[in-house]
């Protein structure tokens, strides 16, 4: 063979090591890069989810203090109706409304 096929062939020996090395390198590196990742991935979904617990925790203690609200208006409601509607309320009405109209009469 010639010189210059020797170095040719040389050439492409190196070119074709250059490139082993580099894919050998890739794999490595590239398999850590994935793992990287996917850890990465992980801990981000792993930090959302209690995030989400959270909220949902804060959510049901919030809907909890709401229903106990309406629960307090309710019966705030049905005792207002109540007390309305007794007798001692109607008397009370009755007595303040003479004085009332008296004054609404003397304004006119």
């Known amino acids: 063979m010639s010189d210059s ?45 209690r995030e989400l617990e959270k909220a949902n925790a804060r959510n049901a203690k919030l809907r909890q203090r709401a229903d106990d609200a309406k629960h307090r208006a309710r019966m705030a409601e049905d005792e207002l109706a109540r007390i309305k509607e007794s007798t001692t309320w109607k008397a009370g009405r009755a007595v303040v409304a003479v004085p009332s109209r008296i004054r609404r009469l003397g304004r006119k």
């Open 5 to 49: 096929a020797n170095d040719t062939a040389a050439d492409y020996e190196q070119g074709v090591a250059k490139l082993e090395r580099e894919l050998a390198f890739a794999r490595r590196n590239g398999g850590l890069a994935v793992k990287q990742m996917h850890a990465m991935l992980a801990k981000e979904l792993r930090k959302t989810e």
